[in-house]
């Protein structure tokens, strides 16, 4: 055989050309060779595990979208069923078109604010169509709504919270039913329970953001009747109330309503999430001023003496599945379960509402607690991060307005607040009056603190405290426009409480009959500014009264 380097010529019939004989590979050269195939092939099936990895991670977002518009056309599709069951709701209890709600007699007993089943079949039947049933039942109906499809209707409304059956004829299954039995809806519960007008079955948010979503809320509804000094709000959350609070009648009792239905997702809260006193705190006040106000619009308020302790120890709220009342948030909770001006201690012992006090007693509590009455404290809404300086500034407010000092005759005047509870800031007088001293003026503050040394030990200054009024601020102007006829509530007026506010003078002759048939006195009044002040018969002067609302345009002379 020829060498492996001997050049081989080849002659061919049309072309002469030389080539030269590959040399055989050593071995460096195989193993580089073999070492670089190596890599091309590891190469190709990293490329191919990539694109395998890429079209798994493809895969998973096309179905993760997929997801996300399952879920976007299932809110949908509930912010339908939500609304159209709304709408129901509404007919349902509509005074002219509705059900027949009221007192009905049941074997030899009234049974109040109730409807029968089968009217309720009855009504359904002629009343709602079955596109509208399809979309709360959630299944295709035919085109005229049956007595079936009304009673599965029925047992919805039960399952959900809207209704239930009143005395031991109803079925305890769960299911509606077509015969003549009593059923209500818990809008209608006579019951002092504030929040259990449905019952909740969702999942709650935190506890702090309910309370500050339901104080706004209440804020809304009272905010154009209230007199200015009523909240004490920051601009954010100003140009929130604004924005949603109510201009007439209709809606006003569309949102109240929907405040009632979003007071029960406290039922479902988790109180051991409020872990520190600032925690507690915040969430308590709000909840504490939201309960109050909700109070007003829903009972009213009784002056005697004895409603008005019924007022504080009745009305109440679920919360976390524990029943708190008014008088349990503020002497139990919030002043760590001490006793009330009108009673013990809230709380005996082994009571499961005392692992939710507040570690440690603040007295800066009594600068933020407002009965929502004439000559309190501004309401403002807490946060748990913020909350020291909240109470802080609280404090300089409540002592700019309430606290007063007259030198000359060495009195100092304090708030009732500080009078009713000055047990809680300090065991005397002179550790009270130093404890208020961080919150006033320096002017005063240097004032106070000079009577105290120079007078006090002489038993040479003397305290007064200031009268409280169970006057609300709020509650009878709500009331007044909830029971008229018609009107729009940015009629209302308070006079006389802000720049914005209208100065009116009005006067007339004013006389009423009463159910008895018989005549009031007549009277002469006289509107000027926030005072109305009446007169006799010959326009003798008798007396005034002062921060007076007007309802202007709103309703009759009879309702005024």
């Not at 590891?42 to 694109?51: D, F």
């Not at 804020?219 to 009523?230: D, G, K, N, Q």
């Not at 120890?313 to 002043?335: A, K, Q």
């Not at 909240?390 to 409540?398: D, E, R």
Request: with cysteine; hydrophobic share 35%.
């Amino acid at each position: 055989p020829p060498l492996l380097s001997e050049t081989i010529r080849l002659t061919g019939p049309t072309e002469n050309f030389q080539r030269e004989r590959p040399v055989l590979f050593d071995e460096s050269e195989l193993l580089s060779k073999t070492g670089s195939m190596e890599a091309t092939r590891r190469a190709k099936e990293t490329t191919t595990r990539s694109r395998a990895e890429v079209e798994k991670e493809l895969v998973s977002a096309v179905a993760l979208m997929q997801k996300e518009k399952r879920e976007k056309e299932d809110e949908k599709k509930e912010f339908e069923r939500h609304r159209t069951m709304d709408k129901i709701l509404r007919k349902m209890r509509h005074a002219g078109i509705g059900l027949r709600i009221g007192d009905r007699k049941q074997r030899l007993r009234t049974v109040k604010n109730c409807f029968m089943g089968d009217e309720f079949i009855c009504w359904v039947e002629e009343s709602i169509s079955s596109r509208e049933l399809s979309l709360i039942l959630g299944k295709t109906l035919s085109e005229a709504v049956s007595a079936e499809d009304a009673q599965a209707l029925g047992s919805h409304m039960l399952n959900v919270g809207l209704i239930y059956g009143v005395g031991d004829e109803n079925d305890e299954s769960g299911a509606f039913s077509k015969e003549h039995i009593p059923y209500r809806f818990f809008e209608d519960d006579e019951s002092n329970i504030l929040n259990f007008k449905k019952v909740f079955d969702g999942s709650s948010r935190p506890p702090h953001e309910v309370a500050e979503d339901l104080l706004l809320r209440v804020i809304a509804l009272v905010s154009r009747v209230s007199p200015p000094e009523t909240f004490a709000l920051t601009p954010a959350e100003s140009q929130f109330i604004t924005t949603i609070a109510p201009l007439d009648k209709l809606s006003w009792e569309q949102q109240y309503r929907e405040f009632t239905h979003a007071t029960a997702e406290l039922q479902a809260v988790d109180l051991s999430d409020l872990k520190r006193d600032c925690q507690k705190l915040a969430f308590w006040i709000n909840i504490f001023h939201t309960m109050i106000i909700h109070a007003y619009l829903e009972k009213g308020i009784d002056h005697s003496r004895a409603r008005r302790r019924n007022f504080f120890t009745n009305y109440c709220y679920i919360i976390g599945d524990i029943l708190f009342s008014i008088d349990d948030i503020e002497h139990g909770v919030l002043r760590g379960n001490r006793p009330s001006r009108m009673g013990g201690r809230p709380f005996e012992n082994g009571n499961c509402r005392i692992e939710h006090m507040v570690d440690e007693l603040d007295p800066r509590v009594h600068f933020a607690l407002c009965y929502a009455m004439e000559g309190e404290p501004s309401i403002r809404l807490y946060h748990a991060e913020i909350i020291e300086e909240q109470l802080n500034i609280a404090g300089a407010m409540y002592c700019e307005k309430f606290v007063e000092v007259r030198m000359m005759k060495r009195v100092i005047v304090l708030p009732h607040r500080i009078e009713w509870y000055s047990f809680d800031i300090g065991d005397t007088w002179a550790e009270i009056l130093t404890f208020l001293c961080y919150f006033l003026e320096d002017s005063f503050r240097k004032i106070v603190m000079e009577l105290l040394h120079k007078f006090w030990d002489a038993n040479q200054v003397k305290l007064r405290f200031l009268k409280f009024t169970w006057t609300p601020a709020i509650g009878r102007a709500l009331q007044a426009i909830r029971k008229t006829g018609s009107g729009s509530l940015s009629s209302i007026i308070a006079v006389g409480q802000a720049e914005n506010h209208v100065q009116l003078r009005k006067e007339g002759w004013l006389a009423r009959e009463d159910r008895s048939g018989k005549s009031w006195r007549r009277r002469y009044f006289v509107l000027n500014g926030a005072t109305l002040s009446y007169y006799d018969s010959d326009k003798k002067y008798e007396g005034s009264l002062r921060g007076a609302l007007t309802l202007s345009g709103t309703t009759t002379s009879k309702g005024l």
